[in-house]
């Protein structure tokens, strides 16, 4: 896997953590909004 | 006389904080999505996947920043601080564990088409590993020791020890034989060997990730203080001092707030 391929996988990654924290800081999580 | 700093503890402040942070955030983050994957060039030598960099160092820097803040926090708790600070910090750990994994998920996806491994036993990676860990350490502890002063105390020194790794980590590359590169910007010369739309590019992320990053910790912070306004949480010289001999119902109704707080 080389050149854009690398890139779409690091960059699907990036989305996926980013979706994580914006979804708990707007209280998506049951734990989120209780600690 | 109205103070010089907004008030973080009104929760009207910190709402219309989060709103600013979240739309520069969002505005920046498009622009360096369009700077890092169209305007900037590819590398010489390593192609598309130098791109992956515009992910990599700005997870990594925006890591650190809240390990310091983590660190401020950690402090405050030490000193006396009370939920303000340990709120600060929880928010800021999950922000470090969550930048610091992925600024490794990036660096071993490069390091795959770049070095040809995922991983290697090299001083940046391996010290880099020890310092998520105890990020992760610091939110577990977090959790378990509840809202108890003694619990955020423990936590406030995992925090501490996590915060002295990090120049650990930074100076890694130059204090042993690493097949990392050394710091591109932030060296002793302060002239960047980069191309300029490259570094524009970057520096784009690196602001867009702080006001992320920025964002999340507001948000998070207004999640666990109280949706009314309160007065500031006592530090030690504040709460080593006498109480007041007059009291009233307004009085009384503030300790039974705190007392449910703690």
């Given at each position: 896997m080389t050149g854009w391929g690398v890139v779409a996988l690091?960059?699907?990654?990036?989305?996926?953590?980013?979706?994580?924290?914006?979804?708990?800081?707007?209280?998506?999580?049951r734990g989120a909004r209780h600690r | 006389m109205r103070p010089a700093l907004p008030d973080l503890h009104q929760p009207a402040t910190?709402?219309?904080g989060e709103r600013v942070l979240g739309v520069a955030a969002g505005i920046s983050g498009l622009a360096a999505?369009?700077?890092g994957l169209l305007v900037a060039p590819p590398d010489a030598v390593q192609g598309q996947a130098q791109r992956l960099m515009y992910v990599h160092v700005p997870a990594a820097w925006t890591g650190f920043l809240a390990v310091a803040v983590v660190a401020v926090a950690s402090v405050a708790v030490l000193l006396g601080g009370g939920r303000f600070w340990s709120s600060l910090g929880r928010g800021?750990?999950?922000l470090a564990v969550g930048m610091l994994a992925l600024a490794y998920a990036e660096g071993s996806t490069w390091g795959h088409a770049a070095w040809g491994v995922w991983w290697t036993w090299?001083?940046?990676l391996v010290t880099t590993a020890v310092l998520l860990l105890t990020c992760v350490?610091?939110?577990a502890t977090g959790t378990l020791g509840g809202d108890s002063r003694g619990g955020a105390r423990r936590t406030a020194l995992v925090g501490l020890l996590a915060a002295a790794e990090v120049p650990v980590v930074h100076l890694s590359v130059l204090w042993w034989r690493s097949i990392h590169q050394p710091p591109t910007l932030l060296r002793p010369s302060l002239s960047a060997p980069i191309d300029p739309?490259?570094?524009?590019a970057l520096l784009v992320a690196v602001v867009a990730f702080t006001l992320a990053g920025a964002w999340y910790v507001a948000r998070r912070l207004d999640q666990q203080l109280p949706a009314t306004a309160?007065?500031?949480e006592p530090v030690a010289a504040v709460a080593e001092a006498p109480a007041p001999v007059v009291g009233g119902p307004e009085r009384h109704a503030e300790e039974h707030v705190e007392e449910v707080l703690q």
């Amino acid at each position: 896997m080389t050149g854009w391929g690398v890139v779409a996988l690091g960059y699907a990654v990036a989305g996926l953590v980013w979706l994580t924290l914006v979804l708990r800081a707007r209280g998506g999580t049951r734990g989120a909004r209780h600690r | 006389m109205r103070p010089a700093l907004p008030d973080l503890h009104q929760p009207a402040t910190r709402r219309r904080g989060e709103r600013v942070l979240g739309v520069a955030a969002g505005i920046s983050g498009l622009a360096a999505l369009v700077l890092g994957l169209l305007v900037a060039p590819p590398d010489a030598v390593q192609g598309q996947a130098q791109r992956l960099m515009y992910v990599h160092v700005p997870a990594a820097w925006t890591g650190f920043l809240a390990v310091a803040v983590v660190a401020v926090a950690s402090v405050a708790v030490l000193l006396g601080g009370g939920r303000f600070w340990s709120s600060l910090g929880r928010g800021a750990g999950e922000l470090a564990v969550g930048m610091l994994a992925l600024a490794y998920a990036e660096g071993s996806t490069w390091g795959h088409a770049a070095w040809g491994v995922w991983w290697t036993w090299d001083p940046r990676l391996v010290t880099t590993a020890v310092l998520l860990l105890t990020c992760v350490g610091y939110v577990a502890t977090g959790t378990l020791g509840g809202d108890s002063r003694g619990g955020a105390r423990r936590t406030a020194l995992v925090g501490l020890l996590a915060a002295a790794e990090v120049p650990v980590v930074h100076l890694s590359v130059l204090w042993w034989r690493s097949i990392h590169q050394p710091p591109t910007l932030l060296r002793p010369s302060l002239s960047a060997p980069i191309d300029p739309t490259m570094l524009l590019a970057l520096l784009v992320a690196v602001v867009a990730f702080t006001l992320a990053g920025a964002w999340y910790v507001a948000r998070r912070l207004d999640q666990q203080l109280p949706a009314t306004a309160e007065a500031p949480e006592p530090v030690a010289a504040v709460a080593e001092a006498p109480a007041p001999v007059v009291g009233g119902p307004e009085r009384h109704a503030e300790e039974h707030v705190e007392e449910v707080l703690q």
